[in-house]
């Protein structure tokens, strides 16, 4: 479900062939003016909040774009001339405005750039039909390097590039498009039926926390207008912490019932090449050993988090962890700091609950038994299939909490032994997995993605 809508723009209006449309980026910015290259070249669209551009949707088809349609983007910069196609290099190189190489008519031009330019766009939600909107969250996928999908650049700030499976998603906005700050009608349902004292497992709460682990991606005003319409009052951008020089950021909000922490995950899978270092470091407030790096980034922007919540805790509220992917991690280790830290005074605080989506795995066993013995009944970890995170990191490190596991056909397993054990659950995880490698072309990143968390944990809750 889309929570954007338009002031001159229906959001019921489907874009056509032939349309301009404005970026934006799940961070809230926007592509906007280039920057040229110093032979004029190339020139490299960049990401910013503010000169933001337009984009003619080209292709070989006419008519409605659906999800899977194949189309060019042709920035509207004027300073471009005709060389306005957005093309994409291999993972890790910034993408780059080029002419139209099937205007031109080079056999080398047509042979190595021609499908660099065309871009596959498939919906983030695929719970309605196929066509797509002006608001609607999308995925835009390379054709020439097939699972390289369009995103915002984290080596070389301010620019955008393509990276294999990128959990990144794009907004199509007309002229004059605003956010609805409105409440959604999966917000409305998931305010009612959130259940703040419940520390067992609740269909209602693992829904409630997936939108807020999705919320957590966006950016401060963009996680601020998802998050008060959940009925949460923010001044500012105060919920939303960032530490500088890290990609280390969280949201922590509250009312009088409860008080939320949402940890932001890995938008891309480049980043695992970081999140999967072996170190462990041993965790200074009880037994056992952690992961160096999710250790290390969680304690960076924990006394800010406790700061905030002792601005928020005014009613003895219960405290909720939430979080996907590297997410997952931060606040599993920051739920177990919370129970452990007697130095800091943190167990008197209460935690009621914590539900992490597609976490790894984040100590060894030593340190995971302690965790359990504190935190088991309250602790839930989502598995969507065959997410291949929270697989990893394997050596020396195991999980804790209660597996809750959706396989390949969207059916739940609340309990882990049944999981585990019947048969015919790992016969659909098998088919599950049969099926993700004969289709390696496939758009669907995989199940990995949040989006795919939040409507598994909606359908859910609508299903009961």
Excluded at 59 to 85: A, H
Excluded at 97 to 106: A, E, M, N
Aim: aromatic residues 12%; contains cysteine; proline residues 2%.
């Amino acid at each position: 479900m889309s929570s954007q809508t338009q002031t001159q723009v229906a959001t019921s209006d489907v874009i056509k062939f032939g349309d301009t449309v404005y970026l934006e980026h799940m961070s809230g910015r926007y592509i906007t003016a280039c920057d040229r290259g110093k032979a004029h070249r190339y020139n490299w669209p960049r990401l910013d909040g503010t000169d933001k551009v337009k984009f003619e949707i080209v292709g070989q088809s006419e008519g409605e774009l659906t999800d899977g349609s194949i189309i060019k983007l042709k920035s509207t910069e004027s300073e471009l001339g005709d060389c306005n196609l957005l093309g994409a290099f291999q993972d890790s190189h910034d993408c780059y405005y080029w002419s139209d190489c099937k205007q031109t008519k080079k056999f080398w031009e047509v042979t190595f750039y021609e499908t660099k330019q065309n871009w596959r766009i498939t919906k983030k939600d695929r719970n309605s039909d196929n066509k797509i909107r002006y608001g609607d969250q999308v995925y835009l996928t390379n054709l020439h390097y097939k699972n390289q999908r369009l995103s915002r650049d984290s080596w070389y700030k301010g620019y955008i590039t393509t990276v294999p499976n990128a959990n990144e998603w794009w907004t199509l906005k007309a002229e004059g498009t605003q956010d609805n700050v409105g409440i959604s009608s999966e917000a409305a349902l998931l305010r009612r039926l959130f259940e703040p004292k419940v520390k067992g497992y609740s269909a209602a709460n693992m829904a409630y926390m997936a939108y807020c682990a999705e919320a957590a991606y966006g950016s401060p005003e963009v996680s601020k207008a998802k998050m008060e319409q959940l009925g949460f009052t923010i001044n500012g951008t105060e919920h939303f912490i960032d530490l500088p020089g890290s990609d280390t950021q969280c949201l922590v909000v509250g009312d009088a019932e409860k008080i939320i922490i949402a940890f932001r995950g890995t938008e891309n899978l480049k980043d695992w090449r970081t999140d999967l270092e072996l170190l462990k470091t041993a965790w200074k407030i009880g037994a056992g050993a952690v992961h160096k790096g999710f250790y290390e980034a969680m304690e960076s922007v924990l006394s800010q988090v406790v700061d905030r919540v002792k601005q928020l805790r005014t009613n003895n509220q219960p405290i909720w962890f939430t979080g996907h992917s590297l997410g997952g991690a931060l606040a599993a280790l920051a739920c177990a700091t919370f129970c452990q830290d007697k130095d800091r005074e943190l167990t008197t605080y209460e935690v009621a609950g914590i539900y992490t989506f597609g976490q790894p795995r984040i100590g060894d066993r030593i340190f995971m038994k302690a965790f359990d013995a504190e935190a088991r009944a309250r602790y839930f970890r989502v598995v969507n299939n065959n997410d291949i995170v929270p697989r990893i990191p394997s050596m020396g490190y195991q999980h804790g909490g209660n597996l809750v596991y959706f396989d390949a056909f969207g059916n739940f397993y609340n309990n882990a032994i049944i999981a585990l054990w019947n048969p015919m659950s790992w016969w659909r995880r098998l088919q599950g997995y049969y099926a993700s490698l004969f289709n390696l072309d496939s758009d669907d990143i995989g199940d990995h993605r949040m989006g795919d968390y939040r409507i598994l944990t909606m359908r859910r809750l609508e299903g009961m």
